[in-house]
């Protein structure tokens, strides 16, 4: 069983910026990936990246956020900049063995793994 623990959600001005981490309880070389989920929304996939280091982003956030992955602290990566009232969400890591980048942002990718979340809050 794989475990995801995020963390670096909190609370800033639009504009701003945040980090968000996601450790994981094993080694993954393999898709994992980012999304969110606003009171009243659907869940978005906003950002993944596959085992081959292929990256994959949401018109959302392309040009404001960037995935990274470092294998070796087991440990993916958000970089959120420029952020927007609208970026305002619970966002969540999720991992699965498929390389399943291209899909998440056409719409239809189904994670295996999931962590617990964490908060980001953008003010005007």
């Known amino acids: 069983q794989v475990q995801l623990v995020e963390s670096g959600g909190g609370s800033v001005q639009a504009g701003g910026s945040l980090r968000l981490s996601c450790v994981a309880s094993?080694?993954?070389?393999?898709?994992m990936a980012w999304f969110r989920q606003a009171p009243g929304k659907p869940r978005e996939g906003i950002a993944a990246i596959d085992s081959d280091g292929s990256t994959f982003y949401a018109d959302t956030v392309k040009g404001r956020f960037t995935i990274s992955k470092d294998n070796a602290k087991n440990t993916l990566y958000l970089q959120m900049n420029s952020l927007k009232p609208e970026d305002t969400a619970m966002y969540y890591c999720?991992?699965?063995?498929?390389?399943?980048?291209?899909?998440?942002?056409?719409?239809?990718?189904?994670?295996?793994?999931w962590g617990q979340g964490t908060q980001v809050t953008v003010s005007s």
């Open positions: 999720a991992a699965d063995f498929r390389d399943l980048g291209r899909t998440m942002v056409a719409g239809g990718a189904d994670f295996r793994y």
């Open positions: 094993t080694y993954l070389n393999n898709c």
